[in-house]
């Protein structure tokens, strides 16, 4: 991880996007040395209206808490991602679920059906905020793996982690091969 790495999820009310960014929050801050400060923001609506979770994490203390530059976008909704695809690094990664972003903005765009990886693992498709918890996770390296399920066993209630674990790890392998598939891409080519 660099100095400072930024992640915002974003998406509209009733998606889990508060919930998937204080599971992350509390996941990397768990870990020795690193600092983290996690914002939300939404509308007055309890469902429907605009919803996001910033994370800034950073080696060193943090003098501000809001993303300057995104390292990483998960947009749960078309209008979440053209509003913040103006603030990617210039190698920033936009993982989106081709379901819900029809539209995908130039740049580093990494597929993962979040839906459909949430319906096969726990049979709900509103599990898709926690797989795209363990996607960020596998991409970002924020945190440990032990942290993030430590973070789901204290915050959900005990006869539902078993179904967040599961989607957990639909989103971890889903996130590491997107990974893999980006260090492919960004490796030079024997051209070169």
């Known amino acids: 991880m660099s100095e400072r790495y930024e992640i915002r999820l974003s998406g509209t009310g009733g998606q889990g996007v508060v919930l998937a960014g204080i599971l992350l929050a509390e996941a990397a ?4 040395g690193q600092h983290v400060v996690q914002t939300v923001s939404y509308g007055p609506q309890v469902r429907g209206g605009m919803s996001s979770a910033e994370l800034v994490v950073s080696s060193s203390e943090i003098d501000h808490p809001k993303p300057l530059l995104l390292d990483l976008l998960v947009p749960f909704a078309e209008e979440a991602c053209s509003e913040a695809a103006g603030m990617m690094k210039p190698r920033g990664v936009i993982l989106i679920d081709p379901e819900l972003i029809r539209q995908a903005p130039e740049g580093w765009v990494a597929p993962v059906p979040l839906r459909r990886l ?3 693992a726990t ?5 898709m905020n926690i797989v795209a918890v363990g996607a960020v996770v596998a991409l970002s390296s924020i945190a440990d793996w032990l942290a993030v399920e430590t973070a789901i066993r204290e915050r959900i209630a005990r006869g539902q982690a078993e179904a967040f674990l599961k989607a957990l790890q639909a989103g971890r392998q889903a996130g590491a091969e997107v990974r893999e598939r980006l260090r492919f891409e960004a490796a030079p080519s024997p051209e070169d």
């Open 123 to 127: 049979g709900r498709e509103q599990m």
């Open 29 to 32: 801050g768990l870990r020795p």
């Open 118 to 120: 949430a319906r096969e």
